[in-house]
């Protein structure tokens, strides 16, 4: 079944930004609702955004206004934008199929000055 990679995790100063990738493999990720959790150190997972296979997007309240999830589906890709990022923003970030047990394996975001 398909494999999920993401890409993109950096260190960054307070109030930059960052893209994501989720790239998919062996599979076509058109089929598929998507997601982008996140877990910060000694922390739990917990979901940032959300996307369907038709464009309909949902955000966690830490990142409506800040946080842009979108698709590419010619691409098997999924992004993340990120902006004005924050400390507390510090975790690993993970791409999601929704409704599956498949995740990528992570990429580092640290916030820091």
């Known amino acids: 079944q398909v494999q999920l990679v993401e890409s993109g995790g950096d260190l960054v100063e307070p109030g930059g930004s960052l893209t994501l990738s989720c790239v998919g493999h062996g599979g076509w990720l058109s089929m598929y609702d998507m997601a982008w959790y996140r877990q910060p150190p000694g922390k739990s997972r917990e979901v940032v955004a959300s996307i369907a296979t038709y464009g309909r997007t949902g955000y966690a309240d830490f990142a409506e206004g800040r946080f842009s999830i979108s698709r590419d589906n010619p691409k098997a890709t999924v992004y993340l934008q990120m902006n004005n990022l924050k400390p507390e923003d510090t975790a690993v970030y993970f791409c999601?199929?929704?409704?599956?047990?498949?995740w990528g394996q992570g990429t580092q975001v640290t916030v820091s000055s």
């Open positions: 999601h199929i929704e409704r599956s047990d498949i």
